[in-house]
């Protein structure tokens, strides 16, 4: 087998195809997770707080160039123009990013957790049922069953196989 034939044969194996899925819809997830951070959760942090917008959060440690006309205040302008700094603020941003998609995970996988215990009782529930013998409910043999328990514990009888 060439290695085309085994590089084919191990794109067309399902588990890819669901990984490539699975990869390209997190990714579409992470956008609408970094919209709602960034256009909604910071914006009402930044209210509740004062007008307070992390983005603008940043500490210089460079020179500002000579040539820049823009605002001194401006993360992304001076970004631009090639200032070197630390921009705290957006990391801030990127950290509640993250822990809204841990939460969300989290809460996912122990959904599907608990759905998956559910059907396994289940399974183990008709297996059970299934393994146990059907008994008869016949009021003559329940009667006979219980002289049968009688005659047993008075010693008459044989003792059950």
């Known amino acids: 087998m060439t290695v085309f034939e085994e590089f084919k044969k ?7 195809l669901d990984l490539a899925v699975g ?3 997190g990714a579409a997830f992470g956008k609408i997770v970094t919209s709602l951070t960034e ?7 930044g209210a509740l707080m004062g007008d307070l917008d992390f983005s603008k959060y940043f500490i210089l440690l460079g020179e500002i160039p000579a040539d820049y006309t823009g605002s001194l205040t401006d993360y992304t302008a001076l970004k631009a123009a090639g200032v070197a700094m630390i921009g705290y603020g957006v990391f801030i941003t990127q950290i509640i990013n993250f822990l809204i998609i841990a939460a969300v995970l989290f809460m996912l996988v122990r959904t599907i957790n608990k759905v998956i215990d559910e059907m396994e009782s289940k399974k183990k529930e008709a297996e059970v049922t299934a393994e146990a013998p059907a008994v008869p ?6 009667t006979l069953r219980e002289i049968l328990e009688e005659l047993r514990k008075s010693g008459k009888a044989p003792p059950a196989a």
């Open 10 to 16: 191990f794109i067309s194996r399902g588990n890819v």
């Open 23 to 25: 990869v390209m819809i």
């Open 39 to 45: 256009n909604v959760i910071m914006p009402v942090i």
């Open 137 to 142: 409910t016949d009021p003559q043999l329940d």
